[in-house]
């Protein structure tokens, strides 16, 4: 079993524009309305790639919530979430067709108590019993402290399940410090949190160390079109980006990525073949509309196409291909 939290759920708006042009009128080709929030996106891909049992928890409030609750139901996803007063957000994406750029818009969200955070522990730990892994995504809701997910990977460890974070900022950092399974930073996440560029391929393999060391046991790091790597204490990966024709929309990309590296995992294969997983899995979510959308028949093929290398810890990078 696979459990999702989001703590900042929401409905996800994607509309598709000819162009997109600041200060005019649009009028929008395509939209695409789902329950969103990066833990709900991880729900949806796992889902769609065979996962028997996925829940969704965390926060939701008013009638947005209770469309959430709706959509992961649609899905196949079993929402178990607490109720909050206020309203969840409302996260908006305009997709420029011309140029390709994606804007975003994204509401904070409602506040979430001292008290409805305490009442969330146990249902997760109740959950976490009986889950393989527990997957934490996506901002921290107004009310919450900083290091509301070192304590929640806590919680998950000691009741024996494998907490993964994806997060950014403090949450990121004090997180760390829980010594989650496994982190999936992007670029601009793991800079602001090292505090140096990643541009050569000797400050990504030392991101990736550096991550480690910091209390990570394993590093996906997501770069988009230069491909990601990926990092334990045994072993660092560099995989190339899937060359595609297109790309229409990358948002919900990361989150494509990292559900396809879990459940690759939990279905029983090795890191480097569930990180090609789920290398396609974030290829084929850019080439839908919408978060966490995946096509099984196109993820198969692409996963193919997908070629990593092996680096060694030291400066030299070794010639082992797993392709």
Known sequence: MLVTVTLNAAVDKTYLLPRFQLGEVHRARTVQTQAGGKGINVARVAKRLGMEQVIATGFVAGANGR?????????????????TPGESR???????????????VLEQGAVVSEEAFEQLKPKLERLA??????????SLPGGLPSDTYRTLIQLVRD?????????????????????????????????????????????????V????????????????????????????????????PQAIHTVGCGD????????????GMAWNDAV???????????????????ELEVVERLRQQVKGTRISHEESCADERGE
């Open 209 to 244: 160390i550096d991550l480690i060391s910091m209390g990570a046991e394993h590093v996906l790091l997501s770069l988009g079109q230069e491909g990601a790597w990926f990092g334990s204490a045994k072993e660092i990966w560099s995989y190339e980006a899937v060359r595609l």
């Open 256 to 267: 494509s990525l990292l559900a396809g590296m879990v459940t690759g995992r939990l279905q």
């Open 90 to 104: 409302t996260c908006l994406a305009f997709v420029d067709e011309a140029s390709g750029s994606v804007t975003e």
């Open 67 to 83: 469309y959430i609750r709706q959509g992961c139901e649609l899905e196949g996803i079993q929402p178990d979430f607490m109720e």
């Open 276 to 294: 090609r997983l789920g290398m396609a899995c974030g290829a084929s979510n850019a080439c839908s509309i919408g978060a966490g959308q995946v």
């Open 159 to 207: 009741a024996g399940s494998l907490p993964v974070l994806d997060t950014s900022g403090e949450g990121l950092r004090i997180g760390l410090e829980g010594r989650p399974y496994a982190i999936k930073p992007n670029r601009e996440e793991a800079e602001v949190l090292l505090g140096y560029r990643l541009e050569s391929d000797l400050e990504k393999r030392q991101a």
């Open 129 to 138: 019993r009986s889950a393989s892994c527990v997957v934490l995504s996506g």
